[in-house]
């Protein structure tokens, strides 16, 4: 729950500082460092179980299932935070990221961009919330599986 504490507050740290006065490049980039941050929590969950209930060894199978957890956990409460915020500031979001594509891309390019984000499905705070819950998964999906590798003892 501490790795999804921690990314829910960098997120609207990051939407209402970074973000707004930064732009989109500097909000995407600070969106993924929260994620790796948080989930860095996976790396020090191990390693802790490693020293206190391991008696100074975890397999690679226990760590693996520690990171999971924590991983499955934390995508699954940043799929409800991303489906409320969605929910909240949509239409804030939505506006905010068309001014960025639309002065970013060529008019064709972004024509043809517009059209698709106008669906319902894209429009849809649950498929957002659906991207960022894979998101956070693969992300603490292959930091699990670097810090199961890493502090393995058997």
């Known amino acids: ?6 990314l829910i507050l960098l997120g609207l740290f990051n939407w209402f500082v970074i973000a707004r006065p930064l732009g989109y490049q500097a909000a ?7 994620m790796i941050l948080a ?6 969950a191990i390693r802790h179980f490693r020293a206190q209930y391991g008696n100074g060894s975890v397999s690679f199978g226990q760590g693996f299932r520690i990171g999971i957890l924590i991983t499955l956990i ?3 409460v940043f799929y409800v935070y991303t ?3 969605f929910t909240i500031w949509g239409d804030d979001f939505k506006a905010w990221a068309d001014t960025h594509f639309r002065t970013t891309m060529p008019t064709e390019q972004y ?3 517009a059209m698709q984000m106008e669906q319902p499905l894209y429009s849809s705070a649950l498929f957002q919330g659906l991207i960022m819950f894979l998101t956070v998964f693969f992300i603490g999906l292959i930091i699990t599986l670097i810090s199961a590798t890493v502090l393995k003892k058997s």
């Open 1 to 6: 729950m501490r790795a999804a504490g921690l």
């Open 74 to 76: 934390t995508s699954g």
């Open 39 to 44: 989930l860095s929590m996976i790396f020090f």
């Open 111 to 113: 024509q043809e961009f």
């Open 28 to 34: 995407e980039i600070a969106g993924y460092l929260s």
């Open 83 to 85: 489906t409320l915020y």
